[in-house]
């Protein structure tokens, strides 16, 4: 999505910023793994289709896309490449006549999972979404074995709707209510800068 291209999200330990090309060779060996495939619903790519796939995300106006960095590695390295950890997604669609966001995140590296950055990293994804993008529903769908997920959207009150039994999927959702923006910016704060 062009709307991001040169904005980076700073947060307490995590930063957003966009895919860019050099990153590709990376977030292409995560997904060789065949766990990062089931839990992502992800079909294997080349890494031909792999660049072409980024260069998608970065144009498609319905699909906004961050990979995340770990905010320590990367203070500690200056390195992009070696403080990469996962990326968090939205694809846009307008639903009965209301903007919504289709969330997904992916913590990838295995040594940064379970320290809750992929809870802090959807966070910022849906504050940036609600205030850049203007999304006024948000949707989930997530693979009924991926426990993990799926109990970290209902945390975060999103409330299932639906199961999609032929994908072995549930749909979790959640509508923008004054209520939750005041629940969301209770739990998260950031600083949006220039990427370069």
């Known amino acids: 999505m062009k709307i991001n ?12 910023i966009p895919y860019e090309e ?10 060789q793994n ?4 089931e839990l992502t619903a992800s079909e ?16 498609d106006e319905d699909k906004c896309t961050f990979l995340i960095l770990s905010k320590e590695s ?11 950890i996962g990326d968090t997604n939205l694809f846009v669609q307008v639903d009965d006549g209301v903007k919504t966001g289709e969330a997904e995140i992916m913590i990838a590296e295995e040594s940064y999972q379970g320290k809750r950055l ?10 940036y979404g609600l205030q850049e993008i203007g999304i006024k529903k948000f949707i989930a769908k997530i693979g ?21 039994n032929v994908f072995h999927e549930i749909t979790l959702e959640r509508m923008v209510t004054d ?18």
């Open 118 to 127: 992929g809870w802090e990293s959807m966070l910022l994804m849906l504050k």
């Open 74 to 84: 990367y203070a500690n390295s200056g390195d992009e490449i070696e403080a990469l």
């Open 5 to 16: 291209e040169t904005t980076q999200i700073i947060g307490r330990n995590v930063i957003l």
């Open 34 to 37: 065949p766990l990062m495939q």
């Open 144 to 164: 009924e074995q991926n426990v993990k997920s799926i109990n970290m959207f209902l945390k975060m009150d999103f409330v299932k709707v639906g199961d999609v």
């Open 22 to 31: 050099r990153h590709v060779e990376k977030y292409h060996q995560w997904m």
């Open 179 to 196: 209520e939750w923006i005041g629940w969301l910016n209770s739990q998260i704060n950031y600083r949006i800068t220039t990427y370069k």
């Open 44 to 59: 294997p790519l080349t890494l031909e289709e792999e660049y072409q796939m980024q260069k998608s995300w970065r144009l």
